[in-house]
């Protein structure tokens, strides 16, 4: 038995004999938390080759599906013991009126970067981060950004320090460098995080998330970029067919590089994706380039990949049918209640949610 299922089974043990709803959150922390086993788990991945990648992944959501299932099981369970034992307890006026009741929900962002996490983790993609307060190198320079690169101006970019050498990270980019920096080829990453511009309007805010995938190994070319994104926008939209085409674009760190474009159509006044003779832009990608693979002490004669970059608060607009980005910051309640998840029921239907 390996150490992942030693680990899997004494949580299986500790729901098993949790008495209280206080004990089972903290188990809930060691099974799904930031340092939990599932996500430690995740993070073996990027070490690993793509056969034993796949296969390590298909064995963690495996787990994850049992533990959710029991960890809901046990927490209904206790949360129903114990209504009854306080009730037991308290005497109530029951011609008092009722109390006011609020069910929390999962924000849209929090529940998208999951499907997209869990999506490219079927596919050997380990989950890397970053940090939110970024060097000036890092953010610029390590990607081939020329020094008088118009991203690089005071108006699109929060800097912290009058020398202008460090900033808040305006993509999550960076990550791919620290990665490569830190480790050996071949790497298959993706770096979900929040990112920062100066900007506001009904599509842009000045924080906003962003989704940077990364795959880099010997002979790695177009063809393979392709058809990562088609899977990935096909199971993300949950549609059988797409209409998908690369429109050739500029970025600084990739060589090709490249807009996306998917089909869509207008019905009942909602985008249907998939369908149609309309375009929309959906993400952009390329080939990373040469400098910037130098830039990260991997050898642009042996190795090469893409990158691409998804902004995810966009794909959760797109399909959910939210119209305006700003409402995602405003912290009203009434449109997290609309918009929301409910907690319960996303680890056992991870993709494919209906509010």
């Known amino acids: 038995m390996s150490d992942f299922e030693k680990l899997k089974e004494e949580l299986k043990d500790k729901l098993f004999k949790a008495q209280n709803s206080q ?3 903290i188990i809930r922390t060691e099974i799904f938390g930031k340092n939990g086993l599932i996500n430690l788990e995740f993070k073996k991945l990027g070490s690993l080759s793509p056969e034993d990648k796949k296969k390590l992944a298909s064995e963690i959501n495996r787990a994850k599906q049992e533990l959710t299932k029991l960890f809901n099981d046990k927490a209904e369970k206790l949360v129903d ?22 069910l929390g929900k999962i924000h849209p962002v929090s529940q998208v970067i999951d499907e997209i996490s869990s999506i490219f983790s079927e596919i ?11 060097s000036e190198y890092y953010n610029f320079t390590a990607l081939n950004t020329p020094e008088n690169h118009p991203a690089k101006d005071m108006h699109d ?15 999550t980019s960076p990550v ?3 990665t490569m920096l830190n480790g050996k080829p071949p790497f298959k990453i993706i770096a979900p995080g929040r990112t920062y511009r100066s900007d506001s309007d009904q599509t ?42 690369f429109r050739p674009s500029h970025f600084p760190f990739t060589e090709p590089s490249a807009e996306v474009d998917i089909g869509y159509k207008i019905q009942n006044n909602k985008i249907v994706i998939g369908e149609g003779d309309k375009w929309l832009e959906i993400l952009g990608c390329g ?10 002490k991997v050898d642009p004669n042996k190795y090469q990949g893409y990158a691409f970059g998804i902004g995810i608060d966009r ?11 700003r409402s995602f910051f405003e912290c009203d309640y009434r449109w997290l209640n609309y918009y929301g998840f409910d907690p319960l029921d996303v680890p056992t239907n991870y993709r494919g949610l209906s509010k």
């Open 204 to 245: 842009h805010t000045p924080m906003f998330h962003q989704l940077e995938g990364l795959h880099i190994d010997e002979n790695i070319n177009m063809g393979h970029l392709k058809g990562c994104l088609n899977y990935f926008i096909k199971e993300f939209f949950e549609i059988d067919k797409i209409k998908m085409r």
């Open 157 to 171: 970019t929060f800097y912290i320090d009058k020398n202008m050498k460090t900033l808040l990270r305006t993509h």
């Open 81 to 102: 013991v114990e209504i009854d034992e306080k009730v037991k307890k308290e005497k109530d006026d029951v011609t008092l009126p009722e109390k006011e009741f609020r």
């Open 124 to 134: 050997g993609f380990s989950v890397e981060e970053g940090p939110d307060v970024e």
């Open 176 to 178: 791919q460098v620290r």
């Open 287 to 296: 080939m990373v380039h040469p400098n910037v693979l130098k830039n990260s």
């Open 23 to 25: 004990e089972v959150d």
């Open 315 to 325: 794909l959760a607009m797109l399909k959910y049918g939210i119209n305006d980005l």
